[in-house]
């Protein structure tokens, strides 16, 4: 912490009563794309993430500086002026969530400086937008002392991004990054946000990140049109059954009601989401019996799905995912939204030493990019520090 509070002294000019927090970013095992759909998801938040140097100030002035970005420098705003506004880039994040609480009738009485540090990689799956949002509401939540529960914070954090930002999110990547656990990944129930922590490793394996630093320009976009596919698969799918949400339907269901689908899209958004709680449900039990082969399979058929039936990785992700299956990893998939960004793969102890390096080789030489790879740890939900 002692550069970031150097720093906030050399940008702020005083190091008088900060207040220190530290907001995970996540990674996704396996339920991609169904927290929209009221599935059962399995992330778990990670050592990387957001860092935040907070003061309170005497006007209603917020004064914000990131530390990624410093070359758009200073940014200030008042309480009165929060609405989104392009050109404050990262900062809209942080407007969206104080306009947020301003909105809900919360009395901020002040204004404050605020620098941010992000060890994140930006818009590659693990969630750094998540990450900013829950580090704002949970350090306005402790600076304000407004009591509000975590969960409370997750849903206020996702609103945000749905409504503010524009980006339709499930409430996966809020959930977990406010309620983590050290050394655990949480079992989320999205429709009744039910959480069950369970240890998360596989004896003799390593979880490996790989980031395809390929760019996601248009995932919003794309997002939001699954998110809408699915919405319409919901309205024929409950012509026929009395259901919630697309997985509360079994795959044997949907596939009686196969035919009653006109567009062949829409069929294939559906039964990704249908067996891909499947998929997660089986998880669960792979993890609780220590079968890393059995939960590797479900990452493999998990990955295809996402490839065939939702059409979210492309040939950036795929490759990344072949490369580390032939260099050894016993199953491996995308995670987080897709279209660019992030995979994972379950990796034997005994191969992880040169698994970077020839996964990276075998990237590089098929698509021109080179690879980043990181070993998380799981780690707790935003915290002070
Ligand atoms: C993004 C969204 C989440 C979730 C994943 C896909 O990370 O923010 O809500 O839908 O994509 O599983």
Same mark, same amino acid.
């Given at each position: 912490?002692?550069?970031?509070?150097?720093?906030?002294?050399?940008?702020?000019?005083?190091?008088?009563?900060?207040?220190?927090?530290?907001?995970? &970013?996540?990674?996704? *095992? /396996?339920?991609?794309?169904?927290?929209?759909?009221? #599935? +059962?998801?399995?992330? @778990?938040? %990670?050592? $990387?993430?957001?860092?935040?140097?907070?003061?309170?100030?005497?006007?209603?002035?917020?004064?914000?500086?990131?530390?990624n970005?410093?070359?758009?420098?200073?940014?200030?705003?008042?309480?009165?002026?929060?609405?989104?506004?392009?050109?404050?880039?990262w900062?809209?994040?942080?407007?969206?969530?104080?306009?947020?609480?301003?909105?809900?009738?919360?009395?901020?009485?002040? &204004?404050?400086?605020? *620098? /941010?540090?992000g060890?994140l990689p930006t818009a590659s #799956? +693990?969630?750094s937008? @998540?990450? %900013?949002? $829950?580090?704002?509401?949970?350090?306005?939540?402790?600076?304000?002392?407004?009591?509000?529960?975590?969960?409370?914070?997750?849903?206020?954090?996702?609103?945000?991004?749905?409504?503010?930002?524009?980006?339709?999110?499930?409430?996966?990547?809020?959930?977990?990054?406010?309620?983590?656990?050290?050394?655990?990944?949480?079992?989320?129930?999205?429709?009744?946000?039910?959480?069950?922590?369970?240890?998360?490793?596989?004896?003799?394996?390593?979880?490996?990140?790989?980031?395809?630093?390929?760019?996601?320009?248009?995932?919003?976009?794309?997002?939001?049109?699954?998110?809408?596919?699915?919405?319409?698969?919901?309205?024929?799918?409950?012509?026929?059954?009395?259901?919630?949400?697309?997985?509360?339907?079994?795959?044997?269901?949907?596939?009686?009601?196969?035919?009653?689908?006109?567009?062949?899209?829409?069929?294939?958004?559906?039964?990704?989401?249908?067996?891909?709680?499947?998929?997660?449900?089986?998880?669960?039990?792979?993890?609780?019996?220590?079968?890393?082969?059995?939960?590797?399979?479900?990452?493999?058929?998990?990955?295809?799905?996402?490839?065939?039936?939702?059409?979210?990785?492309?040939?950036?992700?795929?490759?990344?995912?072949?490369?580390?299956?032939?260099?050894?990893?016993?199953?491996?998939?995308?995670?987080?939204?897709?279209?660019?960004?992030?995979?994972?793969?379950?990796?034997?102890?005994?191969?992880?030493?040169?698994?970077?390096?020839?996964?990276?080789?075998?990237?590089?030489?098929?698509?021109?990019?080179?690879?980043?790879?990181?070993?998380?740890?799981?780690?707790?939900?935003?915290?002070?520090?």
């Open positions: 912490m002692y550069p970031l509070i150097e720093k906030f002294q050399e940008i702020f000019g005083y190091q008088k009563s900060l207040f220190s927090y530290f907001s995970p &970013g996540r990674v996704n *095992l /396996i339920g991609e794309h169904i927290d929209y759909n009221g #599935g +059962l998801v399995f992330p @778990a938040a %990670i050592h $990387l993430g957001t860092y935040g140097v907070f003061s309170l100030r005497e006007d209603t002035l917020f004064r914000f500086f990131s530390m970005f410093s070359n758009e420098g200073l940014i200030t705003v008042s309480l009165e002026d929060l609405d989104y506004r392009k050109e404050h880039g900062a809209n994040y942080v407007k969206g969530i104080i306009l947020e609480f301003k909105n809900r009738g919360f009395q901020l009485n002040c &204004g404050f400086d605020l *620098l /941010i540090y060890t #799956g +693990l969630s937008s @998540a990450s %900013i949002e $829950l580090l704002i509401s949970y350090a306005i939540n402790e600076l304000f002392q407004l009591k509000l529960s975590r969960q409370y914070l997750a849903l206020l954090s996702q609103h945000v991004e749905n409504h503010y930002m524009g980006m339709h999110c499930g409430i996966m990547d809020q959930l977990v990054i406010a309620e983590g656990k050290k050394n655990r990944a949480l079992l989320m129930n999205t429709a009744t946000l039910e959480i069950n922590d369970v240890p998360a490793r596989f004896s003799g394996y390593e979880w490996v990140i790989m980031n395809t630093n390929y760019p996601r320009k248009t995932t919003d976009s794309k997002y939001n049109e699954r998110r809408h596919e699915c919405h319409l698969g919901l309205k024929i799918v409950q012509k026929h059954y009395p259901v919630h949400y697309l997985c509360d339907l079994t795959s044997t269901q949907l596939e009686q009601i196969k035919h009653t689908f006109l567009n062949e899209t829409i069929y294939r958004r559906v039964r990704h989401a249908v067996t891909e709680q499947e998929r997660t449900l089986a998880s669960k039990n792979a993890m609780e019996k220590q079968d890393a082969c059995a939960f590797a399979k479900l990452l493999d058929l998990s990955h295809e799905s996402l490839k065939t039936d939702y059409e979210v990785t492309g040939f950036h992700l795929d490759t990344l995912v072949e490369a580390a299956k032939s260099i050894g990893a016993i199953g491996a998939r995308v995670t987080g939204a897709g279209f660019g960004g992030c995979a994972i793969a379950l990796v034997p102890e005994e191969k992880v030493k040169d698994f970077s390096y020839l996964v990276g080789q075998i990237y590089q030489e098929k698509t021109g990019l080179k690879a980043d790879f990181y070993f998380v740890t799981f780690e707790n939900g935003v915290h002070a520090i």
